[in-house]
């Protein structure tokens, strides 16, 4: 009797740590939107430096959604800089802001390789430099929002530094894309011609603002390029494949991801 209790505790212990584990390393897709408004006044507004990325609960970056900054002030944005290594790959970019106002971005749960990243607490770090000195005449701060498999709703207090900088308006939306994960119909997606010649292109559409990452795959599942990672509006588009001389002959795939839909294609490549 005590050896069948004692298995029957050691099945329990392991059937808890197996259910633990999965929703530890559960990876919901879906999409963060994130609305905010700037205000800021100096002698040197309303132009103004702004990153604004994801990191974790630990503090490690994940990606870049808004940088707009140019190259030669990039000094004002020293805390972006140091934890994202300058990395864009999936971000808004453009130069130095001379207007102050409304912004959004959208990210669809993926890293830098458009992997889509484990559940659980994340922060939206801005940081807004409107000032010519790299400490003063700016603000960083992050907000925090639940990535899982409910939708998670968060309005920040507005944030203020000092009398010449905020942040107001600010709402974060976490949706998940449980029920709603789709493999895209080939109307919306599609490659050709295939196998692929200089011709060839990807032409997919899209029905609402999304954050769109395209990779080409080896055979292995290996990430050999990322081809489109960014946010992308109602549409369609056409997005050439010119693969010639960059990759050897032989089997690949193309997968496209973008928060709520999916889908994976096989492509060849001749000699």
């Not at 390393?25 to 040197?44: I, K, L, R, V």
């Not at 032989?250 to 991801?257: H, L």
Request: charge should be neutral; glycine fraction near 8%.
């Amino acid at each position: 009797m005590k050896r069948k209790n004692l298995l029957t505790l050691i099945a329990f212990f392991v059937i808890a740590f197996m259910i633990s584990t999965s929703v530890l390393h559960a990876q919901t897709a879906g999409t963060m939107t994130f609305n905010f408004t700037t205000a800021s006044s100096s002698s040197y507004s309303p132009k103004h430096c702004i990153a604004v990325w994801i990191e974790n609960n630990s503090g490690t970056f994940i990606k870049t959604k808004l940088k707009m900054c140019s190259n030669g002030n990039l000094d004002h944005l020293t805390t972006w800089t140091g934890k994202s290594g300058s990395n864009v790959v999936d971000a808004i970019t453009g130069s130095t802001r001379t207007t102050n106002g409304a912004l959004s971005v959208v990210w669809n749960g993926t890293d830098v390789s458009g992997t889509v990243v484990a559940n659980g607490v994340y922060k939206v770090w801005v940081e807004f430099a409107w000032g010519s000195s790299q400490t003063t005449g700016k603000l960083f701060q992050s907000f925090t929002f639940t990535k899982g498999a409910t939708s998670d709703h968060q309005t920040p207090a507005d944030y203020t530094y000092g009398t010449t900088g905020s942040l107001t308006g600010m709402t974060i939306d976490w949706a998940p894309a449980v029920g709603v994960t789709e493999n895209l119909s080939s109307d919306k997606f599609n490659i050709f011609p295939n196998p692929i010649t200089s011709q060839s292109a990807v032409k997919y559409s899209l029905t609402e603002l999304s954050d769109v990452t395209i990779g080409l795959y080896d055979i292995s599942g290996k990430l050999i390029d990322i081809l489109v990672d960014e946010n992308q509006n109602t549409g369609n588009y056409n997005l050439p494949l010119s693969l010639s001389g960059k990759v050897n002959p032989g089997v690949y795939f193309i997968k496209m991801n973008t928060g709520k839909a999916e889908h994976t294609s096989k492509i060849f490549i001749r000699e």
